[in-house]
């Protein structure tokens, strides 16, 4: 199970890098939200998840780490924000350059 979890996030990384390497703004705006999305999970599982295991602390012997739930979803409220603002950066140079290029240069074939 663990390499096939890591082999997911290493294509979800790898094709968050490839949309990032596009040159138009919607391609970049999904690549930098599913490499979030790979980071999200990598981190997930540096918690070792284990299945009926509690959550609260005093109840078992053993217990699941608070610590990187509490990084991922702060991770994905950060995230968010990023894409709203992303996304309010494109929407503005698309009305001002009038090109969704990221370099705002059309390219001539």
Known sequence: MEAVFA???GIMAASGVYLL???????VV???TLLSY???LFIFAMGRL???VPAVIGKSTE???PLPQALVL???????AMTA????????GLGELRTDHVDGQERRK
């Open 7 to 9: 082999i997911t996030l």
């Open 21 to 27: 390497l596009r040159a138009r703004i919607f391609p």
């Open 30 to 32: 999904m690549g930098l």
């Open 38 to 40: 790979a980071v999200n």
């Open 50 to 52: 284990g299945t009926g």
């Open 63 to 65: 217990y699941g780490d």
């Open 74 to 80: 702060t991770a994905i409220v950060i995230g968010f």
């Open 85 to 92: 603002f992303v996304l309010v950066l494109a929407l503005r």
